[in-house]
Structure formats: structure tokens, C-alpha cells
């Protein structure tokens, strides 16, 4: 069955770590993205990526990186400059210029 | 003002009843619109997109009212498993904004 697939569920990280959520999919979806979760709030983008090797910064980029090397992959990094990276994570992927967003079932990550 | 804004609830209705809520946007050049439902903790799944027209989905109505900005969204015979949080989500060129949603208990 066709999907997108995070890992892991649950990650936890000491402070000043940088750490790597992964996300796949194979639904043959030209975009990916990142969004990020709060408590109560809404989702948030972080990045988002419509090609191989190209990715835009979204709302709340500063402390993240991405890659988008193949079309299935787009990995997360949260890196030890993002100040309060504790949030649920999640991955979604579409096809272009058309909405149909599928989501993974997301990670939740913790600083402790 | 959020672009895309949406009463928090929580809204407690008893199983069977009807319940609504609405979405205001403040695009007017918005494209699309969509409702979603997330459970907790877990990731939100398309519910059903909104058309001008309105559309029906079941026990689901979703509406589409441009000139006040605003989409809704009616839920007939309320069951348990309704229970959820219900996101808004509108489309503009290639920018997809989430409200904050609303939280639905439906009590037995």
C-alpha cells in the first residue's frame, strides 16, 4: 500500500544535540513538507520542497535543515540552534499544484 | 488578524445532536478550503474539501460563503466517534494555512 512513513515515533534528545526525523513516502508525490506542532496550536510550516534538490524555507525554518536528494526522502534535521524544538513533527506529501495532502502519522520529539 | 481563524471550543454536544462551527478567512483571494479532523495525537486526515456549492458527505455538510469569508461545517446525528478536532484549511496560490481548529466532545 502506498503511504508515507515517519521515524521514529518517538525521539528524545539531550540539549545541544542535533537530531534527524525521517520522512518517505511512495505515493510518486512531486511535494513534501514539514510541519511542526504545538499544544493547542495549529500546524506551522517549517520547510517544504516541490523538486529533487530544491526546498523552500516556510514560516518557522530558523533552526532546521532539509534535503530533498530523492524524490521519496525528505529528512529533517533539527539542529542544537533551534531553542524549543519540543513539538510534534509531522510530514505530509502532495501532488503538485493539485491538494490532496497525505500525512504520516508523525514524531514527536522531546528535549530533555 | 490570523488568516485563518477558528473558535477553540471545546464544543460538548450530546450523541444525536446536530453541531456547526464555522472558519473565517481574511484572503479574499483564497482559493480552496478544506476540513480536516485530527484525534489525539495523532496526524490529520482530509475530512472533505468545500465547494461553492456546498457539499454533502453522509452525515457531513460543508459550506462555502464567499462574501462573508467564512466556511462551516454541519455534523448530523452526532456520533461518539465524532469526537475530535476539527481543522480548517484554506489554500492560496501555493500557500496552505491551517487554523488552530476546533475541539468537538460528543457526550453519551
Known amino acids: 500500500d502506498g503511504g508515507i512513513t515517519q521515524s521514529p515515533k518517538y525521539l528524545f534528545r539531550k540539549e545541544g544535540q542535533n537530531v534527524t526525523l525521517s520522512c518517505e513516502q511512495n505515493l510518486n508525490h512531486d511535494a513534501m513538507y514539514w510541519y511542526r506542532q504545538d499544544p493547542g496550536q495549529g500546524l506551522r510550516l517549517i520547510y517544504y520542497s516541490q523538486i529533487v534538490n530544491d526546498f523552500q524555507k516556510g514560516d518557522i525554518a530558523e533552526g532546521y535543515s532539509v534535503s530533498r536528494e530523492k524524490k521519496e526522502s525528505f529528512p529533517l534535521t533539527v539542529t542544537s540552534a533551534q531553542k524549543n524544538p519540543t513539538a510534534f513533527y509531522l510530514c505530509?506529501?502532495?501532488?503538485?499544484?493539485?491538494?490532496?495532502?497525505?500525512f504520516g502519522s508523525g514524531t514527536r520529539l522531546t528535549v530533555v | 488578524r490570523k488568516e485563518v481563524e477558528q473558535d477553540p471550543g471545546p464544543f460538548n454536544v450530546p450523541e444525536g445532536a446536530t453541531v456547526a462551527f464555522n472558519c473565517t478567512y481574511s484572503n479574499s483571494a483564497s482559493q480552496s478550503f478544506f476540513w480536516y479532523r485530527q484525534d489525539c495525537r495523532k496526524e490529520p486526515k482530509l475530512l472533505m474539501s468545500v465547494y461553492s456549492s456546498g457539499n454533502e458527505d453522509g452525515r457531513f455538510t460543508a459550506q462555502l460563503n464567499r462574501a462573508s469569508q467564512y466556511i462551516s461545517l454541519l455534523i448530523r446525528d452526532s456520533k461518539l466517534s465524532d469526537s475530535a478536532t476539527y481543522l480548517c484549511v484554506v489554500k492560496r496560490d501555493d500557500k496552505i494555512i491551517f487554523g488552530k481548529g476546533t475541539r468537538l466532545h460528543i457526550l453519551p
Open positions: 505530509a506529501s502532495s501532488i503538485l499544484d493539485r491538494y490532496g495532502y497525505t
